[in-house]
């Protein structure tokens, strides 16, 4: 993100679109855009840019844009879906963009190909990549249901050897049922309305070796069921995750706890009806109606506290999610955050996120550079690190804050260093009082020299890093 220009916020933004300024220059009416005719609004005084078949002349947004005018200016003029999705595909610009949409783009008409026969070769090309990855998803993917007087019990069969509880993902509300099986960048989902009601009790069984994934319900009535329900759109489907698009459900807000003068532990409940588990070194999005307009963040869920005993791994409920979030004095996100009272509720997507626990399994050595909040994805992850990686033999983290004030649990990390010999703690302050005895500085190769080091000549070595945009740019680099 980049510092905004005074009155250039989000919820500037938001009074801007709800004014009635005319922000295409079009009157309200919409019309259809050529690639050409996209390709001349280039600039920043004249900026277009097609998502997903739809253009939005963003030149009145150039200066709200939180990062920046020259990343909205890798786009200018083209069609910026890839680019939109590998940065934010979480954003909701349809409610953002509104004001600013211009229409459609024009359908490229396709020249027929001269002569029959390479006609006809593109049409078999594409029917066998077609039919071969038919056969792909049926080799990995099929479901079936039976019922019993009380039960009715979704069978999916996945073929995937290390199935476990954090790739299934089920939502049971009212009578619509969901559930995602999560396949690295795919999923397989099963969604229908279903043809009875069912309590909201949702049990899921996973036979690991064998890749099954049960989901039994509860019927509320003894009647015999003719069918499991009417599908939805995406129904028995395997595709990839980045065109599924996020599922959201709303969960209870039942405590709020703070953690230093501006940050705050907030512990959510997810719906009776929901399994989820998220993942280590994953995040989700937390979405509020803010004036009208749907405003998205994403945040890394922690646990409830530091454990100190690793012998075994902690039970995680499997009914709260747990967000350490900063709350800052202009965001507008955070503030509604912090307004919001116990038992409000809030809509929580699905996990996201590329990190492998597996990148850790085999690490001998641990290097966690947080600043910040950057904290959060570190907290999981040293937590399963100490627990469950033999190999393990040393985990470090290297904390930077401004003040002491603002350093997320230190006493749970002091106690952790005492407790466990393999873990180290140093705390690194950028604007310390007379009285700080420790390191003081910014992230620069002087201190971090200092700290990361191997453990052995040829050790293996795990680096993760996470904090503002700037302290993890000038950390990689």
Not at 115 to 135: D, W
């Amino acid at each position: 993100q980049v510092p905004l220009k005074p009155g250039r916020s989000l919820m500037d933004w938001i009074r801007l679109t709800k004014s009635g300024k005319d922000l295409t220059g079009l009157k309200g009416r919409l019309i259809e855009v050529t690639e050409d005719e996209l390709s001349k609004h280039n600039k920043k005084e004249d900026c277009s840019i097609c998502i997903r078949g739809f253009v939005y002349n963003v030149t009145p947004y150039m200066e709200y844009h939180p990062g920046g005018e020259d990343e909205l200016m890798r786009a200018a003029g083209t069609d910026g879906t890839d680019l939109f999705d590998q940065v934010h595909r979480w954003v909701n610009y349809e409610s953002m963009l509104k004001e600013c949409l211009v229409g459609r783009m024009a359908v490229k008409p396709i020249a027929a190909p001269k002569g029959e026969g390479l006609g006809l070769n593109v049409f078999l090309y594409a029917q066998r990549k077609y039919i071969f990855f038919s056969l792909l998803y049926f080799l990995f993917y099929s479901y079936d249901w039976f019922q019993t007087d009380s039960l009715v019990t979704i069978v999916i069969y996945t073929k995937q050897k290390d199935m476990n509880a954090e790739l299934v993902i089920v939502d049971c509300e009212d009578k619509r049922l969901r559930g995602e099986i999560i396949m690295d960048d795919h999923s397989y989902l099963v969604e229908v309305d279903l043809d009875h009601a069912v309590s909201e009790d949702v049990a899921v069984n996973i036979a690991e070796k064998v890749g099954k994934v049960e989901i039994i319900l509860n019927k509320k009535d003894n009647i015999h069921w003719k069918m499991l329900g009417q599908p939805w759109e995406g129904h028995n489907t395997f595709i990839k995750r980045a065109d599924r698009g996020l599922f959201y459900r709303k969960c209870k807000l039942v405590s709020k706890t703070e953690v230093t003068h501006d940050t705050k532990l907030f512990c959510l409940m997810l719906p009776k009806g929901t399994h989820l588990r998220v993942p280590t070194g994953q995040h989700v999005y937390l979405k509020q109606i803010i004036a009208g307009t749907e405003v998205v963040k994403p945040y890394t869920p922690v646990l409830p506290f530091l454990p100190l005993d690793f012998q075994e791994p902690p039970r995680h409920d499997g009914v709260h999610i747990y967000l350490m979030i900063k709350i800052y004095s202009h965001g507008l996100f955070t503030q509604a955050l912090d307004h919001l009272q116990i038992g409000d509720y809030i809509f929580v997507s699905n996990p996201e996120g590329n990190f492998k626990k597996s990148q850790v399994q085999t690490s001998e050595d641990l290097i966690l550079l947080a600043g910040g909040t950057g904290l959060t994805p570190m907290v999981k992850l040293l937590n399963f690190a100490l627990t469950e990686v033999s190999c393990l033999r040393t985990a470090k983290l290297i904390f930077f804050n401004k003040t002491e004030n603002d350093i997320l649990w230190r006493n749970q990390l002091e106690q952790l260093a005492l407790k466990d010999e393999r873990f180290e703690v140093q705390f690194i302050l950028s604007q310390p009082t007379k009285d700080w005895v420790g390191k003081q500085g910014k992230i620069s190769s002087s201190l971090l020299s200092e700290f990361v080091k191997r453990s052995r000549r040829d050790s293996k070595v795990l680096i993760c890093i996470c904090g503002p945009a700037p302290f993890t740019e000038q950390g990689v680099q």
